[in-house]
């Protein structure tokens, strides 16, 4: 008898083993060659990022070395790739995997081992934004959603406006503020017209898209902006807010963490925000709303757009050993550990509510403890969720090799609209007139 | 044998020896990349898919000639320059003729007074970012705190040119100051007192005995302050990014957006010879204008 029950948990045991999550991943995380795998990414929480990286080394026998690129990282990484000082593994956003890709600088990750477990886990609303030319170009590193509408319900109250005020669409959002405007309530909206390449040029794009048009078209990337279209009532509506001095002018020589400071300072009743910083607002360590930031939820019509950054293996000539240890640090840390566990989107998700492109991450208990301690109502959680699962992205503008040269024009040509009062028609025809141009310049179409 | 063959060698011959390697040395410095950024100027550049070189002769040139962007960025860097030429030197000659008095721990003072010169271009350019813009401005701190309750935001698109001179100012004038200090400083005290005994004025003094011992080290950091101005960048990256908009975008940041930002190399080295060739003719002007005649005199 005893016998037969120790035959029967040895099976069950190796029953659960084989279809454990950690023993299909099949991946072998133990460095072989003892080369030095280079890691680099943007400066977010580097010391996150340096204990995890320790962690590998030290469990693995890996010898990774991260260090991060101050400045337009874009760029910065690009002139890494022109000059052949590329790391092996870097963060991207999209549209620098596209640009990159293109360049022939990065792989997609089917030549993976564990390829079809990492596909079979994704997201694939959220995977479709980083699939491109029928190749999936990373691993996720973090989804968000920028441009959402975030509110101090402080002020709420103080103005006497309660969640049923809430608008719908931007147009009713701008109703609201210019009302507010008119009864002398200071403050009342801090646009995300800051002079970053995710700045007002993000702002426009979300805009176009949330009112329901597009900058270029998804498929042949031919301009479709049109003054009498949601590209000119954005814009009509951004010269108006300008104009009548509801924002204040210093927005625009923000950069992003200004940006942030000053939502963080308590001053504003609104501002366009990206979702993750929820979490931090709602900090007393930084913040003087904390506890006290809410959103604006989904009501028909989604706010902002989505946001996704990448982890991405480069394109190298390696030796079988090398490009191993690559691969492995690569799958362990953009994907699961040698325990089975997405350690490190559970880590960003816990730490900084960044979203995972991963099922098993996002539909497990973390993930929902992760956004109810970050809100200022924990109840919200499905409203927040709402809010990225109708999320979109610009295709036309993203899935493109020209994208990062056009976001620069864009901020450019965004802040010259307002600084110099410039027609609408004006600056949609130079829009669409430089989206023309980069197509000519890249042979597409 | 080896010395008589040294011996030989005439006193020309000798020095070139002297200096050949660092000829060698500048040549591989200097000479390559310049030739190398004038090569790229004639052609446009396209790294996709391998780096990809097509021979277009001057048309980079001809196309920043009829560039609006490019007019823009030299009245910029025009205006930038001559503020920040006139405010350092103003600035520099002020300090320098404060620490020559004997004030009471003069050495602490000059401690202190050429911290801004070791501060970086990139820590000057976040300083003064706070300091200048909007909410966080000291001028707005000012308006509230006398009761007019006014936003001064410095780095709008009209006063922006004038808020980066500022910091720029604050950072090289230091330097001037120092250089001048140690000319005034070996002007003979006699002199002084010789022009106290005929009664000369404070401005008579500074016109008659400081002037003519500091004037050439003027015109040297006239020169110096105007290249560094002209060629100015990583502090006006920090600081506004060439914006709002374009109103602060200068040549050097117009480079920087068409090479790094635009990947646009062979457009981006043909504006830097047009920065070249500002920086030789205004240079030239001021040897032309005031060298000459420092040099005769």
Known sequence: ?445 | MFRQRMRELSNYQFAVLLVLPILVFLLALVVYPLGYAAWLSLNQVSFFGGIKFTFTGLDNYKEILSSPNFWHAVKVTFRFTVESLVLTMAIGLAMALTLALPLKRRKIIQTLTIMPWAISPYATGILFKYLLRGKSSFLTALSYSLGINKTVDLLGQKTVVEAVTLGNAWNLAPLVGFFLLANILTIPSGLYRLAKLDQLTVLERFKHVTFPYIRYTLFVFANIVTVLSLKAFDYIYVQTGGGPGNASSTITYEIYKQSFINFNLGYGAALSFYLLMLIFLTTTLLYVVWGRRELRS
């Open chain 1, 1 to 445: 008898m005893m016998r037969k029950v120790a035959l029967l948990s040895l099976a069950c045991i190796l029953l659960i083993a084989t279809f454990s999550p950690g023993v299909l991943a099949a991946v072998d995380f133990e460095a072989r060659s003892g080369q030095t795998v280079r890691f680099q990414g943007w400066q977010f929480a580097t010391d996150v990022v340096l204990d995890t990286v320790r962690r590998y080394n030290e469990t693995m026998g890996g010898n990774v070395e991260y260090n991060t690129i101050a400045g337009d990282y874009s760029a910065i990484m690009e002139q890494k790739f022109i000059a052949g000082d590329a790391p092996d593994i870097l963060y991207g956003h999209v549209y620098d995997a596209v640009r990159y890709f293109d360049g022939g600088w990065i792989e997609a990750i089917d030549s993976l081992p564990n390829a079809d477990e990492i596909l079979a886990d994704l997201i694939p609303s959220v995977a479709e934004a980083w699939t491109y030319k029928g190749k999936v170009l990373g691993l996720p590193y973090f989804t968000s959603v920028i441009g959402i509408l975030v509110t101090n319900l402080d002020r709420m109250e103080e103005c006497g406006l309660t969640e049923a005020d809430y608008p719908k669409t931007w147009d009713e959002f701008y109703e609201l503020i210019h009302a507010l405007h008119e009864q002398g309530v200071e403050n009342p909206y801090l646009p995300a017209w800051y002079s970053e390449q995710w700045g007002i040029g993000w702002s426009f794009l979300a805009e176009v898209l949330n009112r329901g048009g597009v900058t270029a078209d998804p498929e042949t990337h031919e301009p479709r902006l049109t003054a009498d279209g949601p590209g000119g009532d954005t814009l009509r509506a951004w010269k108006r807010l300008w104009n009548e001095g509801v924002v204040d002018k210093e927005v625009l020589s923000y950069r992003e963490t200004d940006h942030i400071e000053a939502w963080e300072s308590g001053r504003y009743l609104f501002a366009s925000h990206m979702a993750y910083n929820i979490r931090r607002s709602n900090d007393p360590k930084f913040s003087q709303v904390a506890g006290r930031t809410g959103f604006v939820p989904y009501q028909g019509q989604p706010w902002g757009i989505l946001d996704v950054g990448l982890y991405l293996i480069t394109k190298k000539d390696r030796d079988p050993d090398f490009q191993h240890d690559v691969e492995a640090f690569f799958s362990w840390y953009g994907f699961k550990n040698e325990e089975g566990r997405a350690y490190v989107a559970e880590r960003w998700l816990q730490d900084f509510m960044l979203f995972s492109g991963y099922q098993s991450v996002m539909s497990g208990e973390i993930a929902l403890e992760a956004i109810r301690s970050s809100l200022a109502n924990p109840d919200d959680v499905d409203k927040m969720i709402e809010l990225y699962e109708n999320a979109s992205y610009p295709k036309g503008v993203f899935h493109v090799t020209w994208s990062p040269e056009f976001q620069s024009f864009l901020r450019e040509e965004l802040q010259s609209f307002l600084l110099n009062d410039k027609p609408v028609e004006q600056t949609i025809e130079a829009i669409n007139s430089e989206i023309a141009r980069l197509n000519k310049v890249y042979g597409i179409n």
